[in-house]
Each structure stands twice: as structure tokens, then as C-alpha cells.
């Protein structure tokens, strides 16, 4: 629908229009905006894991396992929400300048493409940590120590040992990180707009939904965005291929801790502490101080500190309630759907021996190597052709449709990671013993395969819970969630309501999380 709708004007085929979208000055310099910030974001997200993966996988610091949790909070943390945290810390008497006034004028340099960088950065690096941690952990010791032996100095072994064996897997890494960038919508919407920096989500998000709408528009550049998502993945697959090291072979390995000196100890401490309270510390400590403060022109004074706006969301504020309510009933729904259609599609692939099972799980997974924004607007155009046949647009229905095709991915692969563990002899120790086919289901793989499901499912429900892009594109008039709640109370000037609202979307996604690790756990256990 989406490459039809971008070359197909009144019924003819017509690429010229779809040439000119993309010639237009604005639009040819959002597109350089764009990959400009995926390459500046890939290039700083390195920068802040590349110490800490060395640090957390070569060095004694390896054995504190709680910032392999702490570390992934900034990940876990919708965008849109640490943006904001960002934004009401370093505007223009804002929280640090309350806090430090010598701090004045600092924001100049904030609100800018460097700002916009730094942000996204502290998002994403996440994934780039953890990927550069695994590959390091697999690099034996002896390798590193080989080379001190014939003299190579720390920095020599960085560049002719490590880099070369990192590659591969910094290619999955960057490319992730870029794609994540690209493909973003939160911070781009609410700190890139501030400072004028327009990029793809952005501009398709503004074709799409505000007038004069021009679906033509938005479709052309949703296209352009798939190509170069597409041509990220293939671009990888080439590196990977080519750049690829058996680090793990039949002969044993032994890890040994790289000695640091008391310097170096209190350098990687500091830098440790310096990356936690840019990720956390700070948006964490603006969305909550604000949601707490009486009247924002007393900002961080004494007494001016109230509970009244959490008060105000279950009380006077009944849109408030509705969002929470259509949030809940929506991350339930698309997660429990979510949760079914992704166990039969693994049940269905691993069970089936035809040529087509490739083709259901490839389907399945698809819609995890495509941006969200253009997935939502395919859905938009095709649930609005065939609105007379099946009435579906402008309704929530629409929404869970579109939460269980971005989200499908998840459940597919929890359970397919559950289902690869299960030796393929239990299932037929139960046939040779006459159980039925869904007796076998019920009673042996069910049960080893529902950590998967269950993992799955939180994980659907958590995202879906405070997504936005979706919410924004296609809910239905006059209905919010949590997330366009938050947005809305944002820009509305309703900040402190807003942010109330945002810590509780917090808290309640952080506590669901916590429920499903504790239940993990005490299966294990059992």
C-alpha cells in the first residue's frame, strides 16, 4: 500500500510526483538530516559503550553483575519521556539553572544538533554495549596476553586485536543503533522540532496527520526509509559475512581480570557514574521533581513541593483515567494476542517440514526489521481503503491490529528461543506412549515453552503500554493513552500533570517488569 500509494496518482502510475516529493529542498535536506543524525548517534553511542563494554567484560568490574539491570534502564525508559526530562533540565531556567545559576546560557548549547546527538545517544547505547560485552567475553585472554608478550602496548593490542575481532559484531551493533535513530520518533518530535531539525519520522508523521494531508507525501518518503533500513541490513549481512571469527572452539579458554591501578579504578568509576547520571540520573530526576512542584514559577523552593497532581490524574482529571484505562486495555489485548498468534507461528514452523515454513516465519519476524512509523501509516492507507467492507479505522481495534503486527516479533522470538531447548525425544517418548497430539501440547511443551510466552507477552504489554507513534497516527477522535496524554499535557503548558503521569507510566511498566523477572525466578527455583 505504501510504494503503491507513493507512485500511483489518481489511478495512473506517476513517479514523477514521487521524484519531486523527494527533490524538494525541504525534504532533500530532512533526508541529510536524518542520516546525519544516524551516523552522529552511532558514532556517540560507541564512544559511551566502547569503555564500558572493556570495562565490564576484561577487568574486575566484570563481577558486579547489577549493572548488566542498571545499565538497561536508559533502554527501558520510554524516549519521549526522557526527552522531556531533558528539555525541563536544560531550558532556560530550568532545573539546572535553579540548581547551579553559574549554569545560565548552557542551553544554547543543548537545543542544537548536539543536544539532539547526546540525547538519542543515551537511549540506544544500550544496545551497543551489550552486543561489543558478548563479543569481548568471547575473546579468550590469551589472545590479549600474546600480544603483550611480543610488545604491543594496551592501545597497539586495542587496535590489532580487538577492533578486527569486534568488527563483525560492532556491524550488528551500529547497525541496529542506526536504524533505531532513523526510525525514531519520540525525541525527534519533541526536542528535534524544538530546535528545527526535521528528519524522516518527523515529516511523514507531519504529511500524514496534519493539513492539507497528503498521504502521497508520506508515502514516498516512508518508501525511501524502508530502502535505506534495507540497504543497513544488507550492508551488515556483507560485513558480517566477510568479517566473521570463530572465537569459541573445543579447547578450553581461561579469563583472566586485566589489573587496574587505583587511577585507572577511580577513572573507569568516574566514567561509570558520569554515563548513569546523564541516562538516568538527570531525566529521572526532572520528570519527578517536576510532577511534584506546586506552582512552576517557585521551580525547586522550599514548600513548593505537593502530591496534588497525582491527586488531580484519579480525581478532577477524568481524560487522565480514560488514558490509563485505554492503555491497559490495549497492552493487554495486543500482548494476549500477541502471545497466541506468535506460539502457533513457532508450532506451526518448527512442526512443518514444508518450504513454506520459512516463508510464515520470515513473516512473523518482518516487521522487526522495519521502522514502526511505516508499518502504521501501511496499515492507515490499507484499513482505510476498505473501510466500507470491514469498519475497522477509527476505532481501538485499529490499534491493537496495528500493537500485534509491530509487536508480533517479540513472542516469536521468546518462544522460538524456548522451543530450540526442548530435545526433540520428549515429544516422542510421548507419541510412543499414545499420547495425542494436543495432549502433548498440554502436558510437555506447553509448560517448557510458557517462560517464553510469558516473556513474550510482558514484553508486548510494556512497549504497547507507552507507545506513541502508533497512538498518534491512528487513534481514533478524541482518544488518548497514556503516552499522547503525556505529549499533550506537555506541550499544553500542564507540565507537572503531565510528568505525573509519565512517572506513573513508569512505575507501572517498571513494576510489571519486576512481577515477570520474580516469577522467572521462582520457577527456576521450583
Partial sequence: MIFARAVIVDGRLDFYSAWQTLTESENAAM???SLLLGVLVVLASTLIAAPLAYIFSRTRFARYRAFDIIFMIPFMT???????????FMQKRGLLQQLLPAAAGCENWFFSLGGLVLVMSLHVFPFMLTMLKNAMLNIPSSLEESGAVFGAGFWKRMRKIFAPLLSGNYAIGALLVFVKTISEYGTPSTLGRRIGFEVFTTEIHRYATVAPIDFGKSAALASVLVGICLCMWMLQNYITTRKSY????????RFVEVKLSKPVKAVCWAWIGIVLLLSIGVPYFSVISTSLIKLRGFGLASGNFTLGHYVELFTENTKGVSALCNSLILAVSSASICAVLGTLVVLAVR???????????????LPEMLPGIVLVIGIMLFWNQIYKVLPLYNTLGIMVLAYVVLFLPYT???VTSAFTQINGSLMAAGQVFGGSPAYIFRRITLPLILKGVATG???TFIIAFRELVTASLIAPPNTLVVSTYIVREFEQGSVSVGMAMAVLCVLFTTTALLILNR????????
Fill in 31 to 33: 533526508i541529510g538530516n
Fill in 78 to 88: 520510554p524516549p519521549y519521556i526522557a526527552s522531556m526530562g531533558w528539555i525541563l
Fill in 246 to 253: 570463530n572465537l569459541v572452539s573445543g579447547k578450553g579458554s
Fill in 351 to 365: 512442526s512443518s517440514h514444508s518450504k513454506l515454513r520459512k516463508l510464515v516465519e520470515a513473516m512473523g519476524l
Fill in 412 to 414: 516469536v522470538q521468546y
Fill in 457 to 459: 507477552w510482558m514484553m
Fill in 519 to 526: 516469577a522467572i525466578a521462582r520457577q527456576k527455583g521450583a
